[in-house]
């Protein structure tokens, strides 16, 4: 008798756990990827800041000879960043190489600030929309 209990007892144990574990992992999941979103989030918009920054700051700044609505700045050397809209590999390649008047910038700035600039400038145009 005793033993048919535990039995049942055990048997009812490991359901239990089984159960607890299925309807555990969603909520576990969604707490892990709330937790890593933020931090991903968090990144973009501080690289956003700096690309930013670096547009009006950077040795020329990009502002003297660019049109960009988001910076403000109204240069008229190089094209209209709003209408040619480039995508970050566009960026990257003409900060990276110069290209006709604009100056290469490999010298002057680090790859963080490269990657932080095509990701604002490429965003900030309509170029890339994430
Ligand atoms: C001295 C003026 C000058 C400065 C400073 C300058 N550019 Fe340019 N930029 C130009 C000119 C001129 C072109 C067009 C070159 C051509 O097509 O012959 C150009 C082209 C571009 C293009 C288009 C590239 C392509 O593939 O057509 C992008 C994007 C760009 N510049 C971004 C920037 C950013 C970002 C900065 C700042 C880090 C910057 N530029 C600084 C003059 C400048």
Redesign the pocket.
């Known amino acids: 008798m005793t033993l048919f209990a535990l039995t049942l007892l055990k048997r009812a144990c490991g359901r239990l756990k089984t159960s607890l574990f299925t309807r555990l992992s969603p909520i576990l999941l969604t707490a892990g990827s709330l937790l890593v979103l933020p931090a991903y989030g968090a990144d973009e918009a501080a690289q956003m800041k700096q690309g930013k920054s670096?547009?009006t700051s950077?040795a020329?700044?990009?502002?003297?000879?660019?049109t960009l609505k988001d910076a403000g700045s109204e240069?008229a050397?190089?094209?209209v960043?709003d209408e040619?809209k480039?995508d970050s590999a566009?960026?990257a390649?003409?900060?990276l190489n110069g290209?006709?008047?604009?100056?290469s910038?490999k010298a002057i700035?680090t790859e963080v600030q490269?990657a932080a600039?095509?990701r604002?400038?490429s965003r900030a145009?309509g170029g890339e929309k994430n």
Request: glycine share 8%; hydrophobic share 50%; net charge positive.
């Open positions: 670096l547009f950077a020329p700044p990009c502002a003297i000879c660019h240069g050397v190089g094209p960043l040619i480039p566009r960026v390649k003409a900060l290209l006709g008047n604009m100056p910038y700035l490269i600039l095509a604002y400038v145009s």
